[in-house]
């Protein structure tokens, strides 16, 4: 497999591109730190691995992968499992506190009316 200076280039621009979206969507307060770890964490490995192809070449040769962009497309999945995992339990927590605030606002709002119509409690 022959690697080109323009696909070095590629890699090393795309994650720092990358980092770069995620940094400035921390700035602008429109992504929160615990959203932006794992892209983080993802930019800058494929920094790392832009910057020093031979690093990936060795980390699946480690793990015992024959194929290095086998460990690339491994990494990639897994790193987008983790982030739909955050993003399923912050729903769940969510969701639970929508249905509490909804229960509370349900309870609020019968005791404003019985407050307001006293009387029409009497009646039923």
Known sequence: MTVTTTSYIF????ALL???????????RQLRE???????????????????????????SLIGIEVPLNLVFFVSIAVLFLVCLQHSAELTRLEAKTRTLAERVALQDLRLRQLEHPADDEIE
């Open 11 to 14: 890699g090393i621009v795309s």
């Open 18 to 28: 990358a980092l770069g979206v995620v940094v400035e969507l921390l700035r602008r």
């Open 34 to 60: 615990r959203h932006a770890i794992w892209w983080l964490i993802a930019g800058t490995l494929a920094l790392i691995v832009g910057v020093f192809p031979s690093t990936l070449e060795w980390a699946a």
